[in-house]
């Protein structure tokens, strides 16, 4: 073996013989496909919902503050740049949740036929869509 490269891609067979294996596949190697795109997808907004908590954390910490702490996280949450981050936190939630329901199908051992994978995952997008809309229709009606 000449480098770490080659030594990582040799494995044995059942019966003990030395094979040349290929490493994992990656990014570069497959075509996306909406199963690939929504684990990916998922991955992403669970890390976009920890950074939004410290939105949320901020606003708590405000309120606890007093009125003019508070005063300036409303100012921000009520600018264009404010509004995005709560819409695409909200999008982020929504999005996990149901990500996440047909993560726990998948773990009951539902739903692994290619054609109903394809079909959850354009469900879950649509229900996404309608929940985080949903969510900002009654969010602005209640204002």
Same mark, same amino acid.
Not at 13 to 31: A, E, F, I, K, M
Not at 45 to 69: E, K, N, Q
């Given at each position: @073996?000449?480098?770490?490269?080659? %030594? !990582? ?8 013989? /030395?094979?040349?294996?290929? /490493?994992?596949? *990656? =990014? ?13 997808? *998922? ?14 954390? &901020? &606003?708590?910490?405000?309120? %606890?503050?007093?009125?003019? #702490? ?14 995005? !981050? =709560? ?15 047909? *993560? =726990? ?11 109903? @994978?394809?079909?959850?995952?354009? #469900?879950?997008?649509?229900?996404? #869509?309608? /929940?985080?809309?949903?969510? &900002?229709?009654?969010?602005?009606? %209640?204002?």
């Amino acid at each position: @073996m000449t480098d770490t490269r080659e %030594a !990582l891609m040799v494995g044995r067979t059942s019966d003990g013989r /030395l094979v040349q294996r290929p /490493l994992s596949p *990656h =990014l570069q190697v497959y075509r996306p496909q909406i199963t690939s795109v929504l684990s990916i997808l *998922h991955r992403a907004t669970g890390i976009a919902l920890s950074a939004g908590t410290l939105l949320l954390v &901020w &606003w708590l910490v405000a309120a %606890a503050r007093g009125d003019a #702490a508070y005063a300036a996280v409303a100012g921000f949450v009520r600018s264009p740049l404010g509004i995005l !981050l =709560l819409f695409g936190w909200t999008a982020s939630l929504w999005y996990h949740f149901c990500a996440g329901l047909r *993560h =726990l199908a998948w773990d009951a051992g539902v739903g692994y036929e290619l054609p109903t @994978m394809h079909r959850s995952g354009r #469900a879950v997008l649509i229900a996404t #869509a309608v /929940l985080t809309l949903l969510t &900002w229709i009654v969010g602005v009606a %209640a204002m």
